[in-house]
């Protein structure tokens, strides 16, 4: 160190102590901000790997809807040619045997089984999402209010039922039989996650989305939709379940009532109209479906 | 005199059904197995009607009707198109084809025969130079 008349002297200890203090703050300095940005690289990067397995998830499970699709139609046509003999041979038999002719019962009962499995032929096209559907523009609060009385009905007593009806809502192009099925689908649904009774939120309004809108099998452009949303505080599912919910037969296993193609149906007569669902769930608190339909 | 049907279908339990039930109520029933056979049978028996089958082996229900209706011996034969499909698009295609009414498997017999007799009724007017055969 230099002192005031150039001579090169000791350097005191306060000095000292201030260089080393300089250094120590200006390392502590450089790792912490090496550490941050380590930090937020990782988080980067995880983030951009998580997003790429939720995307190559989310197409894996649009195809195999796809998939299940064009089998179930293919199914459905096939079926249809086997049933046209069933039926058509018993009521050539019934027709043909005198009326008290023991065999009767049997043959009516074939001819009905038969009859079943023509609605359920019925339901595997409507998964392909070729069915005829008649778009009209719609208010889904009219919708709701006139299935009141029907949907008090499904839920009974031991259930709640609240309507929260968002004043003035926004047309939508659907189809009133086909959303008036989704409906009460989705309120079976809740009912059968709610075994014990519950509180259950039918609620409507306008949404808007300034960015695109995923979630799940849920892909919205952005812009004006209005949503519908049935929510319930029951028993609520995990997430691989409600990866699969959409799935037909994926609930039956589960030993939900009825045909195990309710919901499928559900998410096929959406798709088709131009619509999209989503789910939120947490076990042991509920389950909330929203069904988004473009504003028009 | 009783009309006469020409049933183009491949499945042998359906043909060999629906033959059953419409000879009971009195018609005359023919049969075809594939599409070409179909044409030839349309074109050699000059049937008052068709039932035929859409999904078709050799050549499809839809061509058949198209050549059916683009030949003049034949254009007047009324056509029930009869499809395993129960979608609104394959419909307009079978009107499209020149089919005049459209059924869907399972087949509603009662139905089938309510649509039968309407086409059946007023005879259809036969192009002039062509006899048709009983």
Redesign the interface.
């Known amino acids: 160190m230099l002192d005031d008349s150039g001579w090169l002297t000791a350097p005191n200890t306060m000095t000292l102590a201030g260089l080393s203090l300089g250094v120590i703050a200006a390392a502590a300095s450089w790792f912490i901000l090496l550490n941050w940005r380590v930090r937020r690289k990782t988080e980067l990067i995880r983030r951009q790997i998580e997003l790429e397995a939720s995307t190559e998830r989310r197409e894996q499970q649009m195809q195999r809807m796809e998939a299940i699709g064009r089998l179930a139609g293919g199914v459905?046509?096939?079926f249809?040619?086997y049933?046209?003999?069933i039926?058509?041979?018993s009521?050539?038999l019934l027709?043909s045997l005198p009326a008290k002719d023991l065999s009767r019962d049997g043959i009516a009962t074939i001819h009905k089984s038969?009859q079943r499995g023509?609605e359920f032929t019925?339901q595997l096209?409507a998964l392909s999402r070729?069915?005829?559907l008649q778009l009209e523009i719609l208010n889904l609060n009219t919708i709701v209010a006139n299935m009141e009385a029907v949907l008090r009905g499904l839920t009974g007593e031991r259930i709640e039922l609240s309507m929260a009806l968002a004043e003035p809502l926004g047309s939508v192009r659907t189809d009133k039989a086909q959303i008036e099925q989704v409906i009460i689908t989705l309120v079976q649904t809740a009912r059968d996650a709610s075994p014990n009774g519950g509180r259950f939120t039918i609620e409507t309004r306008n949404v808007d989305f300034a960015e695109p809108f995923i979630q799940d099998l849920c892909q919205l452009k952005a812009g004006p939709y209005v949503r519908l949303s049935i929510g319930d505080n029951g028993a609520g599912m995990d997430e691989n379940t409600r990866l699969h919910i959409f799935e037909p037969f994926f609930l039956s296993k589960q030993k939900s009532r009825g045909s195990g193609l309710a919901l499928a149906l559900v998410y096929s007569v959406i798709k088709q109209s131009n619509g999209d669902i989503s789910v939120a769930s947490e076990v042991g608190k509920g389950t909330t479906f929203s069904v988004y339909f473009r504003r028009e | 005199m009783a009309a006469k049907i020409l049933i183009v279908e491949d499945n042998e339990m359906n043909r060999d059904m629906l033959s059953r039930r419409l000879e009971r109520r009195g018609y005359e029933i023919c049969v075809a197995g594939d599409g070409r056979q179909g044409i030839e049978q349309a074109q050699a028996l000059l049937p008052d009607l068709i039932l035929l089958d859409l999904s078709l082996p050799e050549i499809d229900g839809w061509e058949v009707a198209r050549r059916l209706k683009t030949t003049p011996a034949t254009s007047h034969i009324p056509i029930i198109a009869l499809t395993a499909h129960a979608m609104t698009g394959d419909r307009d295609e079978a009107i499209a084809a020149g089919c005049n009414d459209y059924d869907t498997k399972p087949i509603e017999f009662q139905r089938l025969l309510g649509k039968i007799e309407t086409l059946l009724k007023p005879a259809a007017p036969v192009p002039p130079g062509i006899t048709r055969p009983r």
């Open positions: 459905a046509h096939s249809n040619n049933l046209t003999s039926l058509g041979f009521e050539l027709e038969a023509t019925r096209y070729k069915q005829a």
